[in-house]
């Protein structure tokens, strides 16, 4: 059931991503009155179809992908180069159709030899003609604009000069090229917006929420009896004392309890139905960077999950659950704000360095052992955040409360704004960490194997977090379409560059090579990140 919620919010999610980036190219091409000759959702053989005005809009068999046909996007062949013989749909001497398949009999219009035509008119004269022999008389017509070519079951309707891109003002199509990806950004900015509705934002107040854990996981403020609904009024440990008013006197105890190295439990003084009430909290530590969650004990860090990594960019194999880490690089428990700043600062990066990797030191039973583990390195942790830009903790200390979350449209606003920007600067990153982090290569790319993955991931947290995740997305896909690569939209409008330094139109042919280069190249990368997705999933 897992995979089929994950393959339809996957559909859901790309396919909708796809069909706005080719809708923003569709209305700005229509505004400038190009022919659109198709408008595809999904890639393969076509499922339905349905012709309105000028454009046929099409369901295909793979729901990945998506086209829209522009009239002289791409450099068009001659469909009569080969084809000297044709049938021709003629009404009131004005050419309405052109079948180039003779020799079916279910089409019944007279045959005509070719002798000479012009559908392009380049000149844009507004004389479209075709001449022709018939029966062994010399003939010539007028083609109508909106005539329809018949090649066996193909059918497309004729693209005069003025019809297609290459005829329109160099702002004209700069918007076409850049509407898709424009398309993508206000898409962004409304799944955000849509996702801060249904989340809220926390409030200010001193009163906690969701203190309920999830299935098979503890969380220490549950189980020493708090509950959802009361509120918090102190916070001791030791000589660490803070009376609560809002949420952020929570957050500053826990960041001083944190910096101070304490591992004492929390006294936790709360009100419920006006009456006081004290706990005791013993909080967890989580190491955001190795993939490790424990509790304090008295011998040290006791693991109590971990989070299993393997990859070029870090590793964890070596630990264990119930494994006490009493020591980090010689930093021992006893000086643990210490072994905190070695966990934190790790900057290596080199893989092949067997020196290069963190010495942790855990008691194993009876036993002491020395476990190398390899964590993100501090460059890479600096780049997580979450979609509303707070930065992932390396570290983290927490007794397991959160606040209440409230309705509020103006934050709603400014979220979808912040997220879509902060979507915008985890691309740059991704590309600065491929070319400054020897451990992070392509093969961290993921295809869409890994992005069905991660949306079914999502998906099993709730709409909100895949309207989050579709965000991200949609930015992404809009941003590297803008990279300067002939494939992609941004290719087209370096093109438009060079012809307004040169005011020459670049060379079709050449244009035309470079894509079809580039396209194979992609193609190479998305099957080289398809693989390496498949074989993370046998992981």
Same mark, same amino acid.
């Given at each position: ?26 209305? /700005? ?51 009569? +180069? ?61 083609? %109508? ?9 193909? +059918? ?11 005829? $329109? ?10 509407? *898709? ?5 206000? =898409? ?16 200010? $107040? ?8 999830? +299935? ?31 949420? %952020? ?6 960041? $001083? ?52 990594? %393997? ?88 007794? *397991? ?9 103006? $934050? ?16 740059? %990153?991704?590309?600065? =960490? =491929?070319?400054?982090? +020897? ?23 709730? /709409? ?7 965000? =991200? ?16 939209? *941004? ?49």
């Amino acid at each position: 059931m897992d995979y089929i919620i994950g393959f339809l919010a996957f559909v859901f999610v790309l396919g909708l991503i796809i069909a706005v980036h080719e809708a923003g190219h569709f209305f /700005f091409a229509r505004r400038v009155n190009i022919l659109c000759r198709e408008y595809a959702f999904g890639m393969g053989p076509i499922l339905l179809k349905k012709k309105k005005g000028e454009t046929l809009y099409t369901l295909r068999a793979f729901p990945i992908g998506g086209f829209c046909a522009i009239a002289g996007e791409e450099l068009e062949s001659d469909p009569f +180069e080969r084809n000297k013989r044709v049938k021709l749909d003629i009404k009131n001497d004005i050419i309405k159709g052109i079948y180039l398949n003779v020799n079916d009999p279910t089409i019944d219009y007279p045959e005509h030899d070719i002798i000479n035509y012009d559908l392009f008119d380049e000149k844009e004269t507004g004389n479209l003609f075709m001449e022709t022999r018939e029966d062994g008389e010399y003939r010539r017509y007028q083609v %109508d604009p909106q005539a329809v070519i018949y090649d066996s079951k193909l +059918e497309y309707q004729i693209a005069p000069y003025n019809r297609t891109l290459g005829s $329109k003002s160099k702002r004209a199509r700069a918007m076409v090229m850049f509407g *898709g990806p424009l398309m993508n950004f206000l =898409l962004a900015i409304v799944v955000f917006f849509i996702a801060g509705l249904i989340l809220g934002f926390p409030s200010s $107040k001193n009163i906690i929420s969701d203190t309920q854990p999830s +299935e098979g996981e503890t969380l220490p403020a549950y189980e020493a009896g708090l509950r959802d609904g009361d509120k918090i009024i102190r916070l001791k440990s030791g000589v660490l004392d803070k009376e609560v008013n809002v949420w %952020d006197d929570i957050s500053w105890f826990m960041d $001083k309890y944190t910096s101070l190295g304490n591992t004492d439990a929390i006294e936790v003084t709360f009100n419920r139905n006006n009456q006081e009430n004290i706990v005791s909290v013993s909080p967890t530590v989580i190491f955001y960077n190795i993939g490790v969650k424990g509790e304090f004990s008295t011998e040290g860090i006791k693991i109590t999950r971990v989070f299993a990594v %393997d990859n070029k960019m870090s590793s964890n194999t070596g630990l264990k659950e119930g494994d006490i880490i009493t020591a980090v690089q010689g930093k021992g428990y006893e000086q643990l704000f210490e072994m905190y700043e070695v966990i934190k600062n790790y900057h290596g990066n080199n893989e092949n360095d067997a020196l290069n990797r963190l010495t942790i030191t855990v008691l194993r039973g009876s036993e002491l052992k020395e476990i190398k583990v390899k964590p993100y390195s501090k460059k890479i942790m600096d780049t997580q955040k979450t979609s509303a830009g707070v930065p992932i903790e390396t570290i983290k200390v927490a007794i *397991g409360i959160s606040p209440k979350y409230e309705f509020n449209l103006g $934050k709603s606003f400014l979220y979808s704004l912040k997220s879509t920007g902060n979507s915008f600067t985890a691309v740059f %990153d991704t590309l600065d =960490l =491929l070319f400054s982090e +020897e451990s992070v290569s392509i093969a961290a790319l993921s295809g869409p194997v890994g992005i069905f993955d991660m949306t079914k991931t999502m998906a099993s947290q709730g /709409f909100a977090s895949l309207l989050n995740w579709m965000g =991200l997305l949609s930015v992404n896909v809009g941003l590297l379409n803008l990279f300067p690569i002939p494939a992609l939209d *941004g290719g087209r409008l370096l093109f438009l560059g060079y012809e307004a330094v040169t005011k020459k139109k670049p060379n079709p042919k050449v244009e035309t090579v470079l894509i079809m280069v580039t396209m194979i190249l992609l193609l190479g990368l998305m099957i080289f990140v398809t693989f390496n997705d498949v074989l993370r999933l046998f992981k």
